[in-house]
């Protein structure tokens, strides 16, 4: 079965139109595993603050934002400890901060694609010799070709 690593940036797609909303949809639509570190439920919850924070959205949205977090249909494969030390090497490498790259961690141990909205992570990535093929922007995600080959 198809699966993929979906960061914090692409499940707040799914509980708030922005852009890309769409794209990051079709990731529940088209039957695929969906795996994040657990670190993604303090992320995305504190990127809704933010946005309410911001005045992009109301306390209310915020609020019905967070409970329907409650049943994305992600699964939770490691624990955080487990991903530190793969995190912690990655971050160093990429240089980058270290809670993007628990995901990217999470991606190497599971052999799915990360899918990210995050260009800049993206990016930095795509630019690395051995981990341009990890990862996926979520505006040019094709789920609906399965995953990479190989992998």
Excluded at 62 to 91: C, E, F, S, W, Y
Aim: net charge negative; charged share 20%.
């Amino acid at each position: 079965m198809t699966g993929y690593v979906v960061d914090a940036s692409v499940v707040v797609k799914w509980l708030v139109a922005e852009n890309h909303s769409d794209e990051a949809a079709n990731l529940l639509q088209i039957g695929a595993t969906l795996v994040a570190p657990a670190l993604v439920f303090a992320e995305v919850v504190n990127a809704l603050w933010a946005m309410q924070r911001r005045g992009d959205i109301s306390t209310h949205d915020m609020t019905d934002a967070v409970q329907a977090l409650r049943t994305v249909p992600i699964a939770i494969p490691a624990a955080m400890g487990q991903l530190a030390p793969a995190a912690a090497r990655l971050a160093a490498d990429l240089d980058h901060p270290a809670y993007d790259c628990f995901y990217l961690a999470l991606a190497i141990q599971t052999q799915h694609p990360m899918v990210t909205a995050d260009a800049r992570f993206h990016d930095k990535v795509r630019r690395h010799p051995y981990l341009a093929d990890r990862i996926l922007h979520v505006a040019r995600a094709e789920p609906d070709r399965g995953r990479r080959s190989g992998a």
